[in-house]
């Protein structure tokens, strides 16, 4: 049965996050091509540089902000004018939300093709990104939330 025709739960809201909690944003495309995995209550260490602002906004709409991504194209700048500043960050994953969006044909003509439901981001809790849950959609990354 496909994702769109099973049962979508409601979107699942985050808890605010805690003092010593930092998201960040794991990329679909790069977590498939690298075969990543990252589970609840796993131990990461990872290198990460700064968000794509504007395509959070794009996908929540000024719901949930996300500072920092673990981007693993990134490390071929490093060295290179405006190369993007690291910050390295370890601790336990506390939670791990699904990201999907559904896409649509552009209505601008600077932007071809396909492009997010601006601010149609819809949210589910999982145990790993290898399990995913049904969405509506396609899925776009994963917002991992670390406890320090």
């Given at each position: 049965m496909s994702e769109e025709a099973r049962a979508v739960d409601a979107e699942d809201i985050p808890?605010?996050?805690g003092s010593h909690d930092t998201d960040i944003w794991l990329t679909a495309w790069q977590v498939a091509?690298?075969?990543?995995d990252v589970a609840l209550d796993q131990h990461v260490a990872w290198s990460l540089v700064p968000m794509d602002?504007?395509?959070?906004?794009?996908?929540?709409?000024c719901r949930r902000a996300v500072a920092l991504q673990r981007d693993t194209y990134a490390d071929a700048l490093r060295g290179t004018p405006?190369?993007?500043t690291w910050t390295h960050l370890s601790g336990r994953?506390?939670?791990i939300d699904q990201i999907s969006v559904r896409y649509h044909p552009s209505e601008d003509p600077a932007e071809r093709g396909l492009?997010?439901?601006t601010g149609g981001a819809m949210q589910h809790s999982v145990l790993s990104v290898r399990e995913p849950r049904a969405h509506h959609g396609t899925i776009v990354g994963?917002?991992?939330r670390i406890r320090a």
């Open positions: 808890p605010v996050a091509e690298g075969r990543f602002q504007d395509w959070m906004a794009r996908l929540f709409a405006g190369a993007p994953v506390a939670r492009v997010p439901e994963w917002i991992v």
